[in-house]
């Protein structure tokens, strides 16, 4: 594991978290950076990603909640999240690849350990 994330937790619906993730500066200065999540029995997918160079996108289901953003200085990446529904607990993995996938395998690009995001309602 290369990238290390953290900031997940237990919050009630309407609440905020704020994760982040560090990269090694050759992996993270290279490549666009997602925030990917899965729940038991699906794939992994994208909530939110941003490339090199700042462009951001979202899955339909979390724009004008979520904000990805990238500290250059710092090789980290944050999402925050804000008003979260029950619908948006999964593990939430952090990666680093030359592209944003709507879904991604494990095989593609450096991954995170994933951490644990639980909304209650």
């Known amino acids: 594991v290369q990238l290390q994330a953290s900031g997940g937790g237990s919050v009630q619906a309407g609440g905020s978290l704020r994760l982040s993730c560090t990269a090694p500066g050759s992996i993270f200065s290279n490549n666009a950076m997602g925030w990917y999540r899965q729940v038991p029995g699906k794939q992994r997918e994208m909530v939110a990603g941003?490339?090199?160079?700042?462009?951001?996108n979202y899955a339909d289901s979390v724009k004008g909640r979520f904000t990805i953003s990238r500290d250059n200085a710092k090789n980290t990446v944050y999402l925050q999240m804000n008003s979260l529904k029950p619908e948006d607990t999964a593990v939430y993995y952090c990666n680093a690849d030359w592209m944003i996938r709507p879904v991604a395998a494990p095989k593609f690009g450096h991954w995170g350990q994933g951490t644990q995001v639980t909304v209650s309602s």
């Open positions: 941003i490339t090199s160079g700042g462009r951001t």
